[in-house]
């Protein structure tokens, strides 16, 4: 079936340190898949981080990357040096278009991230 | 100003009751979802919405059921709530199927 699986938390990282959260993801019926970085920040809703619709491409925003490979089935996401405000719980994404013409996210689990000062 | 609106934010109910959750939009979207996430489990989907007609559920119980009354906004009706139910509720939103997602703050609903 269609599955996301991320880095089982809670992570904590000190600050300016690298960071690498692991997404794999499994789309035996999806034909083309998108992928996404959903983050949630302490009291508030799910914000787009980053998203990448083509194999091959890396996604970027706010100093955090993915790339989408489909060779290995993964969008791991990745930031050089973490910061405080990076704290949030980051969520992984499948997203999904039917022949009908409805979409929907499947979600990994969710990484907790700390990061210490 | 938020752009989707779920309210209320915390809901506290009695197990057969039934519940109202409310979305708005004021993105100008066309396509509106509703995903659940109980504890320790990932976020659902539980339905899609387009142009105010019914596209995916997934959702196995007939309890929940979605409601449209207007273009921008797409309740969720929950009847005879059980334990069970306790989540928090997400209601999205994207400019048509085949684009980004953006979600509501969520109600978290507590059924005793």
């Known amino acids: 079936g269609d599955s996301v699986t991320q880095t089982e938390g809670p992570v904590t990282v000190s600050e300016s340190e690298s960071l690498i959260i692991n997404c794999t993801y499994s789309a035996t019926s999806i034909a083309y898949p998108n992928l996404f970085w959903y983050v949630r920040y302490p009291g508030e809703g799910l914000q787009l981080l980053l998203k990448?619709?083509?194999?091959?491409q890396k996604g970027s925003s706010r100093g955090f990357e993915a790339t989408y490979n489909k060779e290995t089935t993964s969008f791991h996401l990745q930031k050089a040096s973490v910061q405080e405000s990076d704290s949030a719980v980051y969520y992984c994404?499948?997203?999904?278009?039917?022949?009908?013409?409805?979409?929907?996210?499947?979600f990994g689990e969710g990484t907790k991230l700390t990061v210490s000062s | 100003d938020p752009k989707i609106i779920q309210k209320p934010k915390y809901l506290v109910a009695v197990t057969g009751s039934e519940k109202i959750l409310i979305c708005e939009q004021y993105l100008g979207h066309n396509a509106m979802y509703w995903y659940r996430q109980s504890a320790k489990k990932p976020l659902e989907f539980m339905f899609s919405y387009s142009y105010q007609k019914l596209m995916d559920n997934q959702t196995a119980s007939s309890r929940f059921q979605p409601q449209s009354s207007k273009k921008n906004h797409l309740d969720l009706q929950i009847t005879a709530l059980k334990p069970d139910d306790s989540a928090t509720y997400f209601c999205?939103?994207?400019?048509?199927?085949?684009?980004?997602?953006?979600f509501g703050p969520g109600t978290r609903l507590l059924v005793l």
């Open positions: 999205a939103s994207s400019q048509s199927p085949r684009d980004t997602q953006y």
């Open positions: 990448v619709i083509t194999a091959g």
């Open positions: 994404a499948l997203g999904a278009l039917n022949q009908g013409g409805s979409a929907k996210l499947i």
